[in-house]
C-alpha cells in the first residue's frame, strides 16, 4: 500500500459490521445516500457513492464507523 | 433544496404526547403496545429495522433533542454500553422485568394480588401516580397500565440520559427493541450474514 504514494487512494467510510447494530443513525447524515441498512443487520456503504467526509462517523452513536484510504 | 417533511419525520410527537398523557391518565399507557408490537411485526414480516430507521418516535425524539436542540455532549459512548453481550444481557433483563410485569398484571386479574397505584422507575423507585387514575376499568387493566408506563417512562428516562452523556441517539445502541429486531433479522437472514460473524457468534 505505502509504495504507491503516487496512486491517490480515495478515502471511504467502512462500517464495522460486526457491532453495527442498524439503528440507521448513519443513513440520513449522508450527504451522497451513500449508507443503507442491509436487511435489518448491518450498515453498507456504496463505496462508488462515498466521498469520505466523515458525516456518518460522526453520527454514528457508538462510533462503529471510520473513515480511511480504502484498501482495493 | 429544502425538502419537504415526511409524515413519519413528526412522530416523535407520538412518544412525547405519551410520556405527558401518562401523567393525566394512566390508561394511555396502552398506546404504547404500539412501539412494541409494531417493530416485531415489521421485522418478522421482512421489513428489516424500517422500524428504527424511519418510524420510532423514540429515536427520532433523542435525535431532535440531543441534535437539533443541542442537548447532548456528542461524546462516544463508554466501550461497555456498546459490547455485543452487554447488549443481549440488558435484553435478557428487560425481558426478565417485562414478564415480571405481565405476572403482577396476572396476580390483580386473577385476585391473587390487589392493583398499585405507582409507576415504577428504573425497577426500584415507586413514584405515587394515583391521581392518574379514576376510572371504573378492570383492576388488571390499570395495573397493566402502570406496569407498562413503569417500564417506558425508566426506557426514556435512560435513554435521555445517555443522549446527554453520549451521542444523541445513543440508547438506540442498546434499546432492546433495537437489539430484538436485529437478531430477527439476522436470524431470518443468516444466510446472507458474513462468514466471519457466523463463526464469532
Ligand atoms: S464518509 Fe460521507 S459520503 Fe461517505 S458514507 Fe459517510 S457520510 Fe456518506
Ligand atoms: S449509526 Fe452506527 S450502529 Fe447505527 S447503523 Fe450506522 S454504523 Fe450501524
Ligand atoms: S433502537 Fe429503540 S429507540 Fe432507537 S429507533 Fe430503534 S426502537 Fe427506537
Redesign the interface.
Known sequence: MSDTRTVRAARKAQVD???C?????C?PSCPRKAIS?????FATVDTELCVGCGKCAK??????ITVSEAAQ | MKMKKKWYEYLWIFSAAYIVLGFFNILFAWLGLLCFLIPLVISIAGGGKAYCNLYCGRGRLLGLLGGRLGLSRGKEMPGLLKNRWFRYGFLAFFLIMFSNMLFVTYLVFSGAGSLREVVTLLWTIKLPWHWAYNSNVAPWVAQFAFGFYSVMLTSTVIGLAAMALYKPRSWCVFCPMGTMTQLICKAKNRRLLPKSEIQRT
Open positions: 459490521s460486526f457491532s447494530v442498524a439503528c440507521g443513525c443513513v441498512i442491509f436487511k435489518g443487520m453520527a454514528c452513536p457508538a462510533g462503529f
